[in-house]
């Protein structure tokens, strides 16, 4: 064993015993708590089913083009996400998933009104995160979940609360809104476990330019009527900065000054630069949808980004909203 794993066994087991040792009856956090939300079922398992589907479109929208393959590539562009909860406090519902390829992080999110509960999902392969464990041991303030030690942080209506589901995984509930978070956190933490979910948007990368990679995937809504799918790519080497957006929602940019440019074989814009703003080419979809491509890229390489986007006829959007 060498030195370094001495010390950080050192501090794990120094570190149990401190919460071994000042841990309180728990009976009066369980009554409280018990009351204080919903149970929930365990979700049902999402079945990611990969159909060909090749859809036409032919004179009903002039000069617009339908881009659809079947079983659109890359399959980066459906990633699954690996968390999830088997209790809220009631009346929170999802409205976001995010996730990607390699080391992006693993994001689910639930709402009620202005509060929030969101499970995120590191890699221990992601520097930033790959001390984790050392970090934790070497705090006082910690709790358990599943047994592990877990950093617990906050006051009031805010929490967070982070801890290794394995060897690959770090995870961390973050409460906002909510009176007792830090109790609310631990109930939420101790209910997390395997629980994989798709994210299966409406989009699907094209071509890139020559330098970078797909990065992530985002549905995110209130309910399926507005939801909307956000794709983004990145500089493999420099991954948590994203370089290109691509996103498909029902609502239209409302740019002050747009400029007439030919996008999808139809009539689309382009939107300039601005202080602080990237540059943008936008065109309605034959669905009625809108589709929009940012980055800090010449215009014609944006009109050839969004040339080149694949169209999902299929996408999933009826967790949207709902309680599980």
């Known amino acids: 064993m060498t030195r370094s794993e001495h010390e950080t066994e050192t501090l794990i087991r120094d570190s149990l015993d401190r919460l071994a040792a000042r841990a309180p009856d728990g009976h009066a956090v369980h009554d409280a708590l018990a009351g204080a939300g919903r149970t929930r079922r365990p979700s049902t398992r999402l079945a990611l089913v990969a159909a060909a589907v090749v859809v036409m479109v032919v004179g009903a929208v002039s000069g617009m083009q339908l881009l659809t393959r079947p079983d659109p590539a890359p399959a980066a562009s459906r990633p699954v996400l690996g968390y999830g909860p088997e209790w809220l406090p009631g009346g929170f519902t999802e409205q976001y998933r995010e996730g990607g390829p390699g080391i992006t992080p693993q994001v689910r ?148 000054i747009a400029v007439s440019v030919t996008v999808r074989g139809g009539e689309g814009f382009f939107v300039a630069p601005a202080a602080g703003r990237d540059p943008m080419v936008f065109v309605r979809l034959p669905s009625g949808r809108w589709l929009r491509v940012s980055g800090a890229w010449p215009k014609a390489e944006l009109i050839a980004i969004a040339n080149g986007v694949q169209l999902d006829p299929a996408p999933d959007y009826r967790w949207l909203g709902t309680t599980s």
Not at 109 to 127: M, N
Not at 203 to 218: C, D, K, N, Y
């Open 109 to 256: 999110q639930w709402v009620a009104g202005p509060a929030k509960v969101t499970l995120t999902a590191y890699s221990t392969a992601d520097p930033e995160w790959s001390q984790t464990a050392l970090k934790i041991a070497s705090l006082k303030d910690q709790a358990l979940v599943h047994g592990r030690v877990a950093m617990l942080t906050g006051s009031g209506g805010t929490a967070e609360l982070t801890w290794l589901a394995d060897e690959q995984h770090v995870l961390v509930v973050q409460i906002l809104g909510i009176p007792d978070a830090r109790a609310i956190a631990q109930r939420v933490a101790d209910s997390v476990g395997a629980e994989p979910v798709g994210v299966h948007g409406e989009l699907r990368f094209g071509p890139l330019p020559a330098g970078l990679a797909e990065r992530s995937t985002v549905v995110k809504g209130s309910r399926p009527g507005n939801a909307g799918t956000e794709l983004t790519a990145a500089d493999p080497a420099r991954p948590a900065v994203p370089l290109l957006r691509v996103t498909a929602g029902p609502n239209p940019p409302t740019p002050k």
